[in-house]
C-alpha cells in the first residue's frame, strides 16, 4: 500500500477532508515509512512521534466539531533542524547545539501549525547549513533516495531526501546560495526559494543574514504553493519581511506561459556545464516554447564574479552569526577550561566541524583592517552588479530560465578533499540569492545514469505566482499534463 508520505499535499488534503482517512492514519503511515527506510538514508535527526500522533489526533477531534478545515489540517510534514520548535531539539546538525531545546518556535513553524500540519520531526542538513552535500553534518550523512551512493546536495539534504523517498509530502529547507533547490535538483523533487523578505525568518537560525531565506520542498508545483501560500507574509519579529498579497497564490496555477518572454542566460549554458544537465534544461526551453513562451538567449556577464562574491559576504556574516557561540551561555561548553579565553578557544573549536570553522576564519579575514576595502566591500559592489543585470533583464523579460547545477549528483565522499570544488557547485544558484529574487528548481528529465536533473525558472522580486505558473505548465509538459 502506498504510505500517505508518498501522496502529494493535495490529495491528502483531499482524502483527509473527505475524511478517506483520518490525520493519525496518515501520522502513522508516514512514521512506519520513516522507521522501516530512514535507516538507510539518514534524512531526519529527530523523529517526533508522540508530538505528531498528539497533534494528529487534534486534528481529527477539530474535523468532528467543525465542517472545513485549512488545506494543510492532518498533513505530516518535517523542517530542516535549523528553524526552531519549541521543546523539540534543534541542532543546526552540530555538535555546538547538539543538545539545544529552543524555548520559542518560528513563525514559519507556528503558521503550519495554525494551518494544521503535523509535525514528524527535524531534518538533516549540512552543519549550520554550510555545505552542498550534507555531509558536514556533525551526526551522519544523508544518502540520495535516487541513488542511495550518492549525495542528496545541501545544505537541505534532508528535507529534499525525505520528500524524495516518501517519508512527507512536503518539508521545509532554507536557502542561503541554492540550499533549497540544488538539493531539490538531485534529489527530484520541486525546491522554491521565495523572495528575499516574502517568508519570515524569525526563528531561523541565521547562516547569512542578507541572503537566509526559508521555503518549501514538495512533489508537485501546485503542493508549492500551497505551502508557500501557509507560510508567506509579513511578520512584526522579522523587521527584513515584507507585507504582500499571497492570497490567490495557489489558485492561478494553470494559466499557462502563452505570451510570456523567457531569458537563456549564455553564462548558464557554457563550458563546465554536463552534456546531460544542459541538454535536459534545453529541452526544458523548447517545451515551453512550444507552450506559447518566446524563448531568447542573452548575456549577463555580471554573473561571472557572482560566485567569488557570495562566498566573501556569506562568510562574512557566518563569522558575525556565529559568534554568539562561545561555550558561555547555551550550546556546546568544553570542560577543564582555565580561564574565559580558553573556554572561547576550546568550546569554538570542539564544538564546530572543519567546513564551519572554515567559513569563520575566512570571514573574519575579509573583515578585518586592511582587508575589508580588498574582498568585503568589492563583494558588495558586486551583488549590486547582480542586482541591476537581474533588474535590467527582467525588463525585457517576466523569467530567467537555467540549469540548477552544473552536473547532476555525485558519489559521497567524491569530493571531501577539495572543499572549492563542491562551491564551484553552486555558480547558478548564488546569484539569485545575491539579488533577492524568487526562484524554482524542477526536475526536467535524467542524465545517462538514471539521476535527476534539474531546472531552475527565476522570476522578478515578488514574481512568485508568474514563477509557479510557468513551473506547472512546464510540470505538465514534462509529465503530460498529470501531477507527478
Sequence with gaps: MKSCGEMTVAALSAALQKRELSAREAAESCLCSIAERDGGIGAFLTVTRELALAQADEIDKARVREAVLPPLAGVPMAVKDNICTEGVRTTCASRMLENFVPPYSATVYQRLRAQGAVLLGKLNMDEFAMGSTTESSYFHPTRNPRAADCVPGGSSGGSAAAVAAGFVPFSLGSDTGGSIRQPAAFCGVVGLKPTYGAVSR???????SSLDQIGPLTRTV???ALVMQAVAGKDERDATSCAHDWSGLSGGLEGGVAGMKIALPKQCFGQGVAPAVRDRVQNAARLLEQAGA??????????????????????????SNLARFDGVRYGYRAEGCRDIDELYEKSRSEGFGPEVKRRILMGSFVLSAGYQDAYYKKALRVRDGVCAAFDDAFSRFDLALTPVAPRTAWKLGQKRADPTEVYLEDVFTVPVNLAGVPALSLPCGQDGAGLPVGAQLIAPHFGEQKLLRAARALEAALTGGCAQ
Aim: aromatic share 12%; net charge negative; hydrophobic share 55%.
Design 202 to 208: 524569525y526563528g531561523l537560525v541565521a547562516f547569512a
Design 222 to 224: 501546485a503542493d508549492a
Design 294 to 319: 518566446h524563448i531568447e538567449e542573452i548575456s549577463l556577464p555580471a554573473l561571472d564574479d557572482a560566485l567569488p562574491a557570495y562566498y566573501v559576504m556569506s562568510s562574512a556574516e557566518a563569522s
